[in-house]
C-alpha cells in the first residue's frame, strides 16, 4: 500500500525538458511567472519573498521543479507521520530495537541509533544525487493537454497542502513533547478514534 502512494505521488511528474537555445531565447522575452500553471485563486501569483521578480523561463523551471520535488517529500513525510499511529513493521530496527519500541514523531530522533541516521541520510543524498526516482514511463496515462494541466495544478495543491502539513505536524509534536498533554488528547489523530481499537 505504501508503494501504490509513492508510485501515486510520482505518477503525474512531468519532466522539465529544455527547449532548443534558439526557442528559449525567444520564449524567455514572453514569460511571466504569473501565467504558469499553480497560480490560483485566492492567492493568485503569490511571491512575497520576490523570487521570481526578473527571472527567465529557465530560473523558474529549476524553481518548479525544486517545489514539487519539496511537496513529494512532505507527502511521504506527513505519511510517514501517520502510519506509524497505526501501524508497525514486525522485527528489529537495529539488534535489540524493535520497531514497535520507536516512538512516532519527533520522539524518535532520540532513539533511533546513529548509524541508522546515517543510513537515511546517505540513502536520501544518493537518490537526490543521482536521480534514482527520476521520470518513469510507466504509470503514465495518456492525457489530453487540458487533462494533464488539471493533474498538474493538483499535484502542486497536494505538494503545498502537503508541506504545511507536515510544518503542523512537527510543531504539534515539538511543543507536546516539550509540555506532554497540552492539548488534553491521547493520540495524534483525533477525528478517527476506531484506528486505536
Keep these: 500500500m505504501l508503494l501504490q502512494m509513492v508510485l501515486s505521488t510520482l505518477a503525474f511528474s512531468a519532466p522539465v525538458q529544455k527547449a532548443p537555445m534558439h526557442a528559449r531565447a525567444a520564449i524567455s522575452m514572453n514569460f511571466s511567472p504569473?501565467?504558469?500553471?499553480?497560480?490560483?485563486?485566492?492567492?493568485?501569483?503569490?511571491?512575497?519573498?520576490?523570487?521570481?521578480?526578473?527571472?527567465?523561463?529557465?530560473?523558474?523551471?529549476?524553481?518548479?521543479?525544486?517545489?514539487?520535488?519539496?511537496?513529494?517529500?512532505?507527502?511521504?513525510?506527513?505519511?510517514?507521520?501517520?502510519?506509524?499511529?497505526?501501524?508497525?513493521?514486525?522485527?528489529d530496527i537495529a539488534p535489540g530495537l524493535p520497531f514497535a519500541d520507536i516512538p512516532n514523531?519527533?520522539?524518535?530522533?532520540?532513539?533511533?541509533?546513529?548509524?541508522?541516521?546515517?543510513?537515511i541520510t546517505f540513502l536520501v543524498g544518493a537518490v537526490d544525487y543521482y536521480g534514482v526516482l527520476g521520470d518513469f514511463e510507466a504509470g503514465k496515462k495518456n492525457l489530453d493537454p487540458e487533462t494533464l494541466g488539471l493533474r498538474q495544478v493538483q499535484e502542486l495543491q497536494h505538494g503545498r497542502l502537503a508541506m504545511l502539513a507536515i510544518l503542523e505536524l512537527l510543531r504539534h509534536d515539538s511543543q507536546n513533547l516539550m509540555q506532554p498533554g497540552f492539548d488534553g488528547l491521547?493520540?495524534?489523530?483525533t477525528g478517527l478514534p476506531f484506528l486505536y481499537n
Design 34 to 91: 504569473e501565467s504558469q500553471l499553480g497560480v490560483l485563486p485566492p492567492t493568485g501569483f503569490w511571491d512575497p519573498a520576490g523570487l521570481a521578480t526578473d527571472i527567465d523561463e529557465e530560473t523558474f523551471d529549476a524553481y518548479r521543479l525544486a517545489e514539487l520535488k519539496h511537496g513529494r517529500v512532505a507527502q511521504l513525510a506527513v505519511i510517514g507521520y501517520i502510519v506509524p499511529e497505526v501501524f508497525r513493521w514486525p522485527g
Design 105 to 119: 514523531g519527533v520522539a524518535a530522533f532520540e532513539v533511533v541509533p546513529a548509524l541508522g541516521w546515517l543510513q
Design 186 to 189: 491521547d493520540h495524534l489523530i
